[in-house]
């Protein structure tokens, strides 16, 4: 009986201690902690997604879309500095990868970084010309510098390779407004108005900062809108 006690004890020990040592190598998978960040970034869990993310980067540093996935997440954490210099690295590994070049773009373009995030933009707009994303932010950062041109030239060429989308008849919208063509800029809101009747709502529009729109171009938008009433 003593023997069969000792043997039981024996083999839990050694059962508990394949246990520990699988769960520790599973949880020390840089995939694991990929999903785990991605888990807590869905639940606004933003230091914690962090720092799950980080150790993924840290077990598989050439690993560029887990670099990049840190590096969005510290922008929509507003940490931009970090976003900025994670970003840039994952650059230097790949300077052809186009999600990188979509992600710095907007990091530059929400920081006021206007060149850089022309230039990174435009890269990946060469690299992809249908590259929706590449447009829509061009015309954004081209309305700040008030190249009022480009910057709706951009907005229609977002618009047609994302037609569904109504933030670049907006990002027209405004530009038409700076370029002193308030009948146009009225015409390119209605599309946007067609698009979704919540663009109807002046306040609502204050959730274009998440679209990558600032400050001064959110209230022009609202002039836009206000206009058509």
Do not use: C
């Not at 980080?54 to 598989?60: G, H, P, R, Y």
């Not at 027209?172 to 370029?179: D, L, R, S, Y």
């Not at 067609?194 to 900062?209: E, H, K, M, N, Q």
Request: aromatic share 8%; hydrophobic share 45%; no cysteine.
């Amino acid at each position: 009986m003593q023997w069969w006690r000792t043997g039981a004890i024996a083999l839990g020990t050694g059962l508990s201690t394949m246990v520990v040592t699988t769960t520790i190598a599973i949880a020390q998978s840089a995939a694991d902690y990929r999903q785990q960040g991605l888990d807590l970034r869905n639940q606004g869990r933003y230091p914690e997604a962090i720092a799950a993310l980080q150790k993924a980067v840290d077990l598989e540093p050439q690993n560029l879309s887990g670099r990049v996935l840190l590096g969005w997440t510290q922008h929509k954490a507003g940490q931009a500095t970090a976003a900025t210099q994670t970003l840039t690295t994952a650059l230097h590994q790949n300077p052809f990868d186009v999600p990188t070049l979509n992600a710095l773009g907007i990091v530059h373009l929400v920081n006021g970084q206007l060149e850089s995030a022309i230039a990174t933009h435009t890269w990946a707009m060469l690299l992809q010309p249908k590259n929706e994303i590449a447009y829509y932010n061009l015309s954004l950062a081209f309305e700040q510098i008030r190249q009022y041109d480009w910057a709706i030239a951009a907005a229609q060429s977002a618009a047609q390779l994302e037609p569904d989308n109504p933030h670049p008849p907006v990002a027209e919208a405004i530009a038409h407004w700076g370029n002193q063509n308030p009948t146009q800029a009225k015409v390119a809101y209605q599309q946007a108005l067609t698009l979704d009747s919540r663009y109807g709502d002046a306040g609502f529009l204050t959730y274009l900062d998440e679209a990558g729109f600032s400050s001064a171009q959110i209230q022009t938008a609202q002039k836009v809108l206000q206009a058509l009433r």
